[in-house]
């Protein structure tokens, strides 16, 4: 009913940038939030930046003042862009997004298949 696909993972030395881009698409009548999440190998997964419909964005201390969360609601496609990059920013990266399908009463959270950034020192 509904898919979320992620592109711009890859590999980069810290100090370096990347953008990630989610494009949801299917049978969607709306969607509130979309955010980013991340998971390192042995840690739980981790709320990165959240982008709401009213404009507000929030992010994890520790990417604060570097990583920059946008939407396009015209293309349903949310951006990370990710600046000055870590070493301990390596994880895979998880598009998720609240979206209300047609015909449903509430919103379900949906995710995208992860895209993997590794950041070498």
């Known amino acids: 009913q509904v898919q979320l696909v992620e592109s711009g993972g890859g590999l980069v030395q810290a100090g370096g940038s990347l953008r990630l881009s989610c494009a949801a698409s299917?049978?969607?009548?709306?969607?509130?939030?979309m955010g980013w999440y991340r998971q390192a190998p042995g840690k739980q997964r981790e709320l990165v930046a959240t982008?709401?419909?009213?404009?507000?964005?929030e992010y994890v201390d520790s990417v604060q003042g570097r990583f920059t969360i946008s939407r396009d609601n015209a293309k349903n496609t949310v951006y990370l862009q990710m600046n000055s990059l870590k070493p301990e920013d390596t994880a895979v990266y998880y598009c998720?997004?609240?979206?209300?399908?047609?015909?449903?009463?509430?919103?379900?959270?949906?995710w995208g298949q992860g895209t993997q950034v590794t950041v070498s020192s």
């Open positions: 982008h709401t419909n009213s404009g507000r964005t």
């Open positions: 998720n997004a609240r979206i209300v399908t047609f015909g449903a009463y509430s919103a379900q959270d949906y």
């Open positions: 299917g049978i969607i009548f709306s969607i509130s939030a």
